[in-house]
C-alpha cells in the first residue's frame, strides 16, 4: 500500500467488541494498513416480544445516547465506531427507503473524511440499498451465511435483500463453497475466504490446567463433560443431543452461549447444563475443562452453507473434537470424528471420553498453523486489491 495515497474502509457489520466474528478478526490484521470505520448497525433479526429483545434494544439506546468521543473501542488509532440511528425493520418497501435515507445522512459526512479511494466492506445483506448512496469507491460483500436460512429471521425479506447485495457488489467473498454456489446462480463469481484461527489464543490454558476449576469454572459439575459453545437455537441437532444424553448419563453436556429459542426437547434433558454466554478470553479455560468439544448441529440449509467458527477453535485446544456431517468439516475430517447419526455421536464422545485425543488427529491439526487470522487477512487484502474490477477510483496495493 503507498504511504502517499492511504486506503480506508468502511465496515458494516455486527457490532464491535460484541462478540469476535470473523470480519472483526480480519479488520484486527488490517488496522495497521488502513483507515476503518466501522459501522454497528441493528443486524438482521426484526425485534420481537421476548427478552433477549428488550435486553438488545436497551444496547441500542445506550449506544445511540454516546457521543462519538465517548465510543469505548479499545482502540486502535486508525479505527473509528460509529452508531448511526436506525429503523429496526427492513420488511416493507418503505421501511427500506426509511433506512437507506437515515444512514446515507449519518454515514456519508464520515466517510467523505476518510482518506480515498474508500472501499465498503460488509457482512450484511441490509446494506443493498445504500450501494448507490455513500460517497464509497467499491463495494465488497463478504458473505459469511445463508441468512435467509436462519431460524428467527425474516426469511422472504432477508432473501430479497441477499439477491439485491449479490447483485450490486462490485465483489463477493464468500466463506464456503456451498455459498459460493448460491453466488453463482445469480450469475456471479466469488472469492473463497474460509476462517482462521487465533493459536495463540487457545493455548493460553493447556488442556490439564484448569481440570480443578482453577480456570474459572467452579460451578461446572464433576464426570464426564461434553462442551458446546455458541448460540443455543434451533440449529442444534435434538436427537444427537439426546442419545448423547443417555449415552452419557453419568456425566454432563454443557451448552456455553446466548438463547435464542432452542428445542425445548433439548433444553428439558435431566444433564444438559447451560452456562450463559461466556467471553471469548474465558473461552480457552472452558475448554480445558471438557473432556470432549461437541457441535452437533442438525443437516439443515443454514448449516450446509455456514463455516462455523467454532470448527477450527476446537481443533486447537487440543482436545477431543465430535461433530455432525456437514460440508464445512469435509477438509478437517481427519482432525476429529465426524459423524452422521445420533447413535454414531453418542458412540463417538463416549470412545473420546475414555480414549482422549488419537494421535492421527493430533498429528493432522498441524496444518491449523497455516490458517491464521493474519494469514487470511492478506488473502483478503489480494481480493480488496485486485485490479481486474472496474472501480471510480483504482485502489493503490503493495505489490
Given amino acids: 500500500m503507498s504511504a502517499e495515497q492511504p486506503q480506508s474502509l468502511v465496515v458494516f457489520s455486527d457490532d464491535w467488541g460484541r462478540h469476535p466474528s470473523s470480519c472483526q478478526h480480519l479488520i484486527r490484521q ?103 448512496r455513500l460517497p464509497v469507491d467499491r463495494w465488497v460483500y463478504y458473505c459469511v451465511d445463508d441468512f435467509s436460512e436462519w431460524p428467527g429471521l425474516d426469511a422472504q425479506t432477508l432473501r430479497t435483500m441477499d439477491d439485491d447485495m449479490i447483485a450490486r457488489a462490485d465483489q463477493i467473498v464468500a466463506v464456503s463453497e456451498h455459498l459460493q454456489t448460491i453466488i453463482a446462480r445469480h450469475a456471479r463469481d466469488s472469492s473463497l475466504l474460509t476462517h482462521g484461527v487465533d493459536l495463540e489464543h487457545w493455548m493460553t490454558v493447556m488442556p490439564d490446567q484448569s481440570r480443578d476449576g482453577a480456570g474459572g469454572f467452579p460451578d461446572l459439575p464433576g464426570g464426564p463433560l461434553a462442551v458446546f459453545w455458541g448460540v443455543i437455537d434451533r440449529r442444534l441437532d435434538t436427537a444427537m443431543l439426546t442419545a448423547l444424553s443417555r449415552e452419557l448419563h453419568e456425566g454432563h453436556i454443557v451448552l456455553a452461549g446466548p438463547q435464542q429459542d432452542p428445542d425445548p426437547a433439548i433444553m428439558s434433558l435431566p444433564n444438559v447444563m447451560t452456562t450463559g454466554p461466556v467471553p471469548f478470553d474465558r473461552l480457552p479455560a472452558l475448554a480445558a475443562r471438557a473432556d470432549v468439544l461437541v457441535m452437533p448441529y442438525a443437516d439443515l440449509p443454514v448449516t450446509r452453507a455456514m463455516q462455523p467458527l467454532k470448527m477450527k477453535e476446537y481443533l486447537a485446544t487440543g482436545r477431543p473434537v465430535v461433530v455432525s456431517e456437514l460440508p464445512a468439516v469435509a477438509a478437517w475430517q481427519d482432525c476429529m470424528d465426524v459423524c452422521r447419526t445420533a447413535e454414531e455421536f453418542a458412540s463417538a464422545v463416549r470412545a473420546a471420553v475414555t480414549a482422549g485425543l488419537p494421535a492421527a488427529q493430533q498429528s493432522a491439526r498441524k496444518r491449523l498453523q497455516q490458517e491464521s487470522w493474519a494469514a487470511k487477512a492478506k488473502m483478503l487484502q489480494q481480493t480488496l486489491c485486485r485490479q481486474d474490477v472496474p472501480l471510480k477510483q483504482q485502489l493503490v496495493c503493495t505489490p
Avoid at 473501542?73 to 479505527?79: N, R, Y
Wanted: charged share 25%; aromatic share 8%; hydrophobic share 40%.
Fill in 30 to 132: 488490517l488496522l495497521p494498513d488502513y483507515r476503518v470505520l466501522w459501522v454497528n448497525t441493528i443486524g438482521t433479526r426484526a425485534p420481537r416480544l421476548d427478552w433477549n429483545t428488550v435486553k438488545r434494544v436497551a444496547e441500542k439506546l445506550r449506544q445511540w445516547g454516546r457521543t462519538p468521543d465517548a465510543e469505548p473501542t479499545e482502540t486502535h488509532g486508525s479505527l473509528e465506531v460509529t452508531n448511526p440511528r436506525m429503523w429496526p425493520w427492513f420488511t416493507r418497501a418503505a421501511d427500506r427507503r426509511l433506512n437507506a435515507w437515515l444512514l446515507e445522512r449519518q454515514l456519508a459526512p464520515q466517510i467523505r473524511q476518510l482518506p480515498g479511494p474508500v472501499t465498503a466492506l460488509t457482512t450484511l445483506p441490509i446494506t443493498a440499498d445504500l450501494t448507490d
